[in-house]
Every structure is written in structure tokens, then in C-alpha cells.
């Protein structure tokens, strides 16, 4: 976060495409006479303004200086010094909405710099019936959306934003709709319904509607084209009425993949085969339930070579392509030279290769380093994701000290790294992250990174010294907000009670979340009482128990966790087929899918949002 902020006379462009953070307002002096002195422009050192201030015998002149001195000790990062400033006029100040505006955006300003955001929120509130110059109003909007954007508030911030846009010349006004769009596309289809009927401010709800419409219509071009439309007629004057967004307009002009014969590649013999099995299955059960006779379903084995199956599925007419499961076969994919086949006129005739022609495909994996291509998707269960899903979710939560215990083993570390890198670029901090061994091992792991080994050092030295002895308790640290626990769970059985009773009596207990890879394995109603108020990600299929999932368990009884979300990948991967070119060129439109709410990146890779839960009285309820 940038610390000092000089003030520009309306919004620069540059600086809020990037971050919304251009708050003030520069420009060059206006002076009509000596004693003419403008609020917008801030162009003197604070002790030069605080100078002109004590000379001045003009009440109102002299505010306007106090103010001035005020805004230039915040370029100058001294927030200490402007709000004793600004106090020194607070209750006196001349009675004009120019001066008690600037005082109330000012003060606000302060209370950002010293990071108390809600109360520099409570603070920026102009009244209606207030005229004040645009600047004025510039200034405030931007502010206003930029505090909202840093407590994680997209709705409120995109509300200041449509207010915004209205006071900036048509140029600046652009790059204001184009930062609105991007703000509205991480917001799902569900959280925008309870808006879109704002008529308080009909631009803001317009950009609401349309946000809606093209996460729920993307899917099929004709209905986006349709519902556009209406909406454009229904907001003639809307700024997104005349030019539609960039990436709303390619969707509008991307082709979904309709094939009529799908290949899927699997290892469906060798040592992968049960894995490749539930993935089928659930690949299979999509396909039983959609009961479209005008597709065509064919399973090819990669035990014996991914490229092998793929020329086979490419000779057999393949007009997309579903895997293959493990990273090995996606890289012997990735290296090989795109082909496709042209199939004989007649029985005679030879089979001809056709180079640089690719069929569309959905990896059931990623690797590290991949070419990108237009038609290439990666749909993968990784938990380095689900990692960095948790950094979003926990942030989202509004924790701000979590501290990380975590199982020291190369997934535990790569989860680590992950949600540590996805944290420091949400709050620009790390993250506090212990790495514990089994055993007794754990046990010290936790008392260390609770504090409570040096609480108990400092007790037995005073112990030591003091007569007669005292009694003391231990005490646990203060400093953490939240326990994020990556671990197995058979080690989330030991690691939680471990929390639970290092926790003193004077420490009120911080929230516990932790990873799928802990979910306890069965119903057992004894267990789960013992993780009672911890929260834990998963897919949405098996954090709510639905007839499927009742049927799957009768089905397959002995099915793990882990093979249901591999089944449930498998549903997904088909369900995904029609809906991916739409889902890469609209960034913003998420498919509510079984495994997850889930998004496309530009270069292919596909974003999983997980669902949450916690356990209550024995049950894990969805949150």
C-alpha cells in the first residue's frame, strides 16, 4: 500500500485502473486576489500553509489555510500532524460546505493512513443537500470506493464508483465503467440478484443487472444476445448502454463447443485403474442423466501411452477430447505436435494426417509449465488450489494474524507456500506458518507456536526466585486471529485437542479452519463432536448431502472421500464441455458446478471455489 499520496484536481487514470488509491486533488492554484484561496489544489509545504495560516486575520482564509497545511502534512505521510491540524479548527470551523467537507474528507484521509477503515467509512458522510464544486465530489466518491475496496466490500465499492462517474469527463468516466466491470466479476450470480432492484441509483443497479445477465446467459450466445438487449432498451442512458464491456462483447462473438463425439482418455487398466474407474463412473452417470442420444461417449486407455489414445480417439472422430488424468500423460500430451485426422471416403482409402488442427480438450490435471492454447483447459483436484482458496476465504472473513500449522510433509508444504504467497498478495504481510512432526513432536510444535512453552519458562523463573511460591497459570498469545491447520486426519484428531487445551484461560479461543485432506472419513457422530466449531472446505456435493450423494453411498459404500470427488470430477469434466469457450472469454462467469464455483484464467487453468462448513453439536453444517 502506498503511504504517501499527493493530490491531483480530478482521477487519474493510471492510478485507478490500478488500485482506485488517487483520493485527492491537484491542479494548478487558482488565485483571483490574495486572500482568494482555492481548496484544490495543495501546492506549498505544510509549515508554508500552517505560516500564511498564523498571518491571516481572515476567519475563513484562515481555515482554508489550517486545511491546506492539513492535506499537505498527509502527502507528506504525517498523519499525526494533520489530524492535530484539523482538530484545531473542528469546533469553530467556518460553517460552509466547501471548508466542512474538506474537513470531513481530510479527517477520513487520516483515519486511512493509520489503517482504522470502517470508522474513516463512518466518517466520509457528506449530507444530500450539500452543493460543493465536482472536484469536491470526486474526491469523496473516490475515497469512498477505495476504503470499501480495502475492508473487501466489492458491491459497496462499485455503489461509490457508478456515483463517481458522473463527475469525470467522458475519458477519466471510461477507465471509472471499465474498473467497475472488474470489480463486479468475482461477485457471484446470487449475491447480484439481492441488488439488482437498487432504485435508489438506477446506474448502479443497471451495472448490476448487467453483470447478472452475462455470468447467467454466457453459456448460450442467443439468450446472452436476447437478454442484452432487453436490458439496453430498459437502460437507454446507461454508460454501458453504448459500448458493452470488452470481454462481454467477445463472448458475445465466442462459439460454444457443441460436439456430438467425446473421447475420454483414462489409465482404465494397470495400477491407476480404480482412480480412472471413479472418474468414469461419475463421467458416465453425467451422461446417463443428460440422455442426449445425439452425443457420442467413448473411453480410451492410456495405460499402454497418452499419445496412442489420443490418435486412436482422433482417428475414431473425435471432436473433443476429456483428459488425461495423470500430470505424466498430460505432459507426453503437451510435447506432442497437434494433429487431427481426416477419416478415409471409403474403406480402401488411407487414413491422412493433418497437422496444426487441435481438438478442443479438458485436461483432468495441471502441470507446471504448458504451452497455452485457445482450445486447451486444465480441470484439476489440487490442494495447492484449495490452499489458495482458504487465503481468499480467511481474508473474506476479515482475519489479519492467521497462524498456519501445518503437516511437514511435500503436500502439507506445498499448501504452505501456496497460501502464503496467494496471503501476501492480499495484505502485502506473510503468513506465520509451524511446521509439525508426528508423534510427541506435535504436541511441542503447537505449545511453541501458541507461545506457551515461554510462558511456562517465565513462570518457572519467577517461581524460581519468588518465596513463598506463587501459583500461576500459563498464558497462550494474543497477537492471532485464526488457526489454519493443513494436515491428514488422522493428524486432526491429536492437533486439534492439542489447540484446544494450550489455549488459556485468558485467551478467548481464535477460529479454526482447515483443509478437506482433514475431513474425517464416515458419520461417526463421537468424532465429529470433538471438532465441534471448526471450519473446513470442501465441494459443494459432499459439504450438503443430496439424493446423489445418498445414492453414491449406496452404490459404493466403501468409497472414500476422496474417491467421491474424483466422481464428482468426473460429472462435472462433462457438464463442463458446452459451457468452457464461453466461461475463457468471459472471465467473470463462474459455473456453479458440483466440485465447486467454478471460473476459467485466460491461460486455460480452471479456478475451483470450495464451499465451507463447520461442525455443530456433532454435524458439519454448511456455512
Known sequence: MLKRLNTTK????AILSAV??????????????????SLSSVTMASSQYLALAASEKNKETRDKYVLLAAHAFINEGNAGAADKALKS??????????????????????????????????????????????????SYYQLKAHLYQLINQPIEQVRQLSLLSKYLPASQAHEVNDTIWRSLQPINEQTLLSFKDDSSNPIFAGWIQLAYIAKHYAVDPNDLVRHLGSWQQLNPNHPAAAKLPTDLEKALNTQPYQPKNIAVLLPLTGPRATIANTVKQGIIANYMATADDSVTLNFFDTATGAQAAYQQAVTAGAEFIIG???????????????????????????????????????????????????????????????AI???????????????????????????????????????????????????????????????VIDSKERIARIKAILTPKIEADFRSR??????????????????????????????????????????????????????NNLTISDIPWLITPN?????????????????????????????????????????????????GLLSVQPDGTLNRQLSWGRYQRGNLRPL
Not at 480530478?10 to 487514470?13: C, M, R, T
Not at 482506485?20 to 484561496?37: D, I
Not at 474537513?103 to 477520513?108: G, K, N, T, V
Open 389 to 451: 482458496d482458504a487465503a481468499q476465504r480467511l481474508y473474506n472473513d476479515g482475519i489479519t494474524q492467521p497462524l498456519l500449522l501445518v503437516s511437514n510433509d511435500a503436500v502439507g508444504r506445498r499448501m504452505a507456500e501456496s497460501f502464503n504467497k496467494a496471503w501476501q498478495t492480499l495484505t502485502n504481510e506473510p503468513a506465520e506458518i509451524h511446521y509439525y512432526d508426528g508423534g510427541d513432536k506435535m504436541k511441542v510444535t503447537v505449545q511453541k507456536a501458541l507461545g
Open 89 to 138: 479548527i473542528a469546533h469553530d470551523i467556518t460553517q460552509k460546505p466547501e471548508l466542512l467537507a474538506e474537513h470531513i474528507y481530510l479527517s477520513a484521509r487520516v483515519l486511512e493512513m493509520t489503517s482504522t477503515y470502517d470508522h474513516a467509512l463512518k466518517t466520509l458522510n457528506y449530507p444530500n443537500n450539500w452543493t460543493l464544486p465536482n472536484w469536491q465530489w470526486v
Open 547 to 595: 439424493t446423489e450423494t445418498r445414492m453414491v453411498n449406496n452404490l459404493w459404500p466403501n468409497w472414500s472421500n476422496g474417491r467421491k470427488r474424483l466422481f464428482i470430477m468426473g460429472y462435472d469434466a462433462l457438464d463442463l464441455v458446452g459451457k468452457l469457450a464461453q466461461m475463457r472469454a468471459l472471465p467473470g462467469y463462474q459455473f456453479s458446478g458440483r466440485s
Open 10 to 13: 480530478f482521477i487519474s487514470i
Open 478 to 531: 494474543r497477537d492471532i486471529d485464526a488457526i489454519y491447520m493443513i494436515s491428514a486426519s488422522k493428524d486432526l484428531a491429536l492437533l486439534k485437542p492439542f489447540i484446544d487445551v494450550n489455549f488459556s484461560v485468558f485467551a478467548e479461543p481464535v477460529p479454526l479452519y482447515t483443509t478437506s485432506r482433514s475431513r474425517v472419513e464416515g458419520n461417526n457422530r463421537e468424532t465429529a463432536e470433538e471438532l
Open 324 to 386: 488425461p488424468l495423470l500430470q505424466s500423460e498430460v505432459e507426453q500430451l503437451q510435447s506432442m505436435t497437434p494433429t487431427a485426422t481426416v477419416l478415409p471416403t471409403s474403406p480402401s482409402a488411407p487414413i491422412a494426417p493433418v497437422a496444426n488442427k487441435t481438438i478442443p480438450q479438458l485436461y483432468l490435471n495441471h502441470i507446471d509449465t504448458f504451452t497455452t492454447d485457445p482450445d486447451k483447459f486444465f480441470f484439476a483436484l489440487s490442494p495447492t488450489d484449495e
Open 20 to 37: 482506485l488509491f488517487g483520493c485527492g486533488t491537484t491542479s494548478a492554484p487558482v488565485k483571483t486576489e490574495k486572500t482568494e484561496v
